[in-house]
């Protein structure tokens, strides 16, 4: 069966300091794979997304950055992180099946990264 | 208007009662929909996909009505461990999904 990890899963950082979530998804190959962020109250913010090895697009311009080193691990970053950078991250994968209709093409979280910077 | 639109509740049910959510999209296109299930501090879990006939899952029923463009999820005899906040999901049929801010269901002794 299908899992995703990814980690750390709590973090504090200071302002202005560098940041780096992994994401692993194993059991499947070629995943849609992306990256989402909740803010308190809010919804789920889509940030990248990634169709393949070092195909990254982004969703909203930002400090933040994106990297699909290998087919299975999707990694978020930062060189600077801002007060507004907090929240919980989300990892995210998608099977490429075949067709839009079926349940194959349900997405499946990791576990989050809980992010406060202060 | 928001793509995927919730009331944000709280629903505060007792035990045993029957509650139900609606959830109005936008793009009338969108192909895939589901509910997803939210637990404080946690990733969002699929609770299940909605059909065009509508489905049934032990307690839970989802519905859709693509000429209103909304999804529904009926809970019959409420748990307390069904407490958590319900996000609708729709798809486009392209890689973007569209997440409702979700509804907080509070199900009490």
């Known amino acids: 069966s299908q899992t995703i990890h990814q980690w750390p899963a709590t973090l504090v950082q200071p302002v202005g300091s560098p940041l780096s979530l992994e994401c692993t998804v194993e059991g499947t190959s070629n995943p849609n794979l992306y990256w989402y962020r909740q803010a308190a109250g809010r919804g789920l913010q889509l940030l990248f997304y990634?169709?393949?090895?070092?195909?990254i697009s982004s969703e909203v311009p930002q400090n933040l950055s994106a990297s699909r080193p290998q087919d299975r691990q999707f990694i978020l970053s930062s060189k600077k992180l801002l007060l507004s950078d907090s929240g919980f991250y989300l990892c995210?994968?998608?099977?490429?099946?075949?067709?839009?209709?079926?349940?194959?093409?349900?997405?499946?979280f990791g576990e989050g990264s809980w992010l406060t910077v202060v | 208007r928001k793509e995927v639109e919730q009331d944000p509740g709280p629903f505060n049910v007792p035990e045993g009662a029957t509650v139900a959510f609606n959830c109005t999209y936008s793009n009338s296109a969108s192909q895939s929909f589901f509910w997803y299930r939210q637990d404080c501090r946690k990733e969002p879990k699929l609770l299940m996909s909605?059909?065009?006939s509508g489905n049934e899952d032990g307690r839970f029923t989802a519905q859709l009505n693509r000429a209103s463009q909304y999804i529904s999820l009926l809970i019959r005899d409420s748990k307390l461990s069904d407490s958590a906040t319900y996000l609708c999901?729709?798809?486009?049929?392209?890689?973007?999904?569209?997440f409702g801010t979700g509804t907080r269901l509070k199900v009490l002794a």
């Open positions: 909605v059909y065009s």
């Open positions: 990634s169709v393949g090895i070092g195909q």
């Open positions: 995210a994968w998608r099977d490429r099946g075949q067709g839009w209709l079926y349940s194959g093409n349900t997405i499946y």
């Open positions: 999901v729709v798809n486009s049929g392209t890689y973007k999904y569209i």
